[in-house]
């Protein structure tokens, strides 16, 4: 195949990486208990404070985003202990499950895939269990391509219980408004494959002081993910274990980005980019998974139809170079899903609903053509 090199990586992680962070992640190496890689734990740790809207520490793990999951879970409910956890999709699920192989008593509370929780949901829920430790959230549910409304739901959580309020924000941090402090979470988490523009490796888990109240006591075993060691090694600059260096390297690279972009812009980037998608998508008469009163500005969800059949739709694409991703569980063969963060623009969007169009006119669909991009376009015009 020629220009084996040359495709587009639209899906909602791993993210394409900037030239600049990959330049940056091949500096030398260097002693993981220098003064330098220690000036570099810290400022890493410090400058990510924004991206989460806090003033509390970031701890840096090596690891996928599902490590910072595990850690959260660890680190706050002992064996026995219940939990709730609000699953809107795969990775809600996927902290359930994590939760439950810890042996606490998971309460699930299950909605529908494709719809986001609502706070009167998780207020009737919570009152009917006040043993409660922990509550669970997903802030963007990359499986559907909902945006929970975390702020509010964090709000009914410490209205009604002393439980902490514990968040994924994988597909969310650095790509979406998130204010940890303000919106009262007490663990906040992401990785770096998705909004952060990095490569995958790194896992960031943003503690508030009455987390950290509950993970100096926790009593679960724990050992490479126990956060009392991340948060002790942190104060003197460092971490327990080898951070992954290059990656840090990298992270830099990524926060002066954001930083000359303007984080409010970089949010505001983001949602144009949903609403660019979204308005294309519809142009081709494909419906969309979520509502827009409720869909994430990293990642849309498009359903297949009685005619077009989502997985041959996302196949056609891979053949023209543009790579999206599957529906999981049981939305697999049913949607596909569309990244669109970190290092995306609205060209970006437009190349990517082009393809569309030519690969619905090879599956020998009818196709307006330009009517994805005209739509998309008119979006962009208004801004
Ligand atoms: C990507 C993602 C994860 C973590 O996945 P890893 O493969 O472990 O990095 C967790 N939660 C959400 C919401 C995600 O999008």
Known sequence: MPFEEKFHLRIPGPTPVP???QHAMNRPMIGHRSAECSRLVQKCSQRLQSVFGTRENVLIIAGSGTSALEAAVANTV??????????TGAFGDRFAKIADRFGARVHRLDIPWGEACSPDALKSFLLSRPRVKAVFLTHCETSTGVLNP?????????EHSDALVIVDGVSSVGGVPCEMDAWGIDIFVTGSQKALMLPPGLAFVAVGPRARKVIRQAEAPRFYLDLQAYQEQL???TTPFTPAIAHLFGLEAALDMLDEEG??????RHRLMMEMTRAGIRALGLPLLAEDAVASPTVTA???TETIDATALQKELRRIGVVV???QQHLKGKIFR????????????????SATETALHRLGKPVRWGAAVAAAEEVWSRV
Request: aromatic share 4%; glycine share 10%; charged share 25%.
């Open 19 to 21: 030239l600049r962070v």
């Open 78 to 87: 002992a064996p026995g202990e219940e939990a709730v956890v609000v699953v």
């Open 150 to 158: 975390v702020r509010d739901l964090a709000q009914i959580v410490r």
């Open 235 to 237: 104060e003197k600059e």
């Open 263 to 268: 984080l409010e812009n970089v949010f505001a």
């Open 302 to 304: 498009v359903r297949g």
């Open 325 to 327: 991703a599957s529906g």
């Open 338 to 353: 569309i990244g669109h963060m970190g290092y995306c623009d609205p060209l970006d969007v437009l190349t990517l609903l």
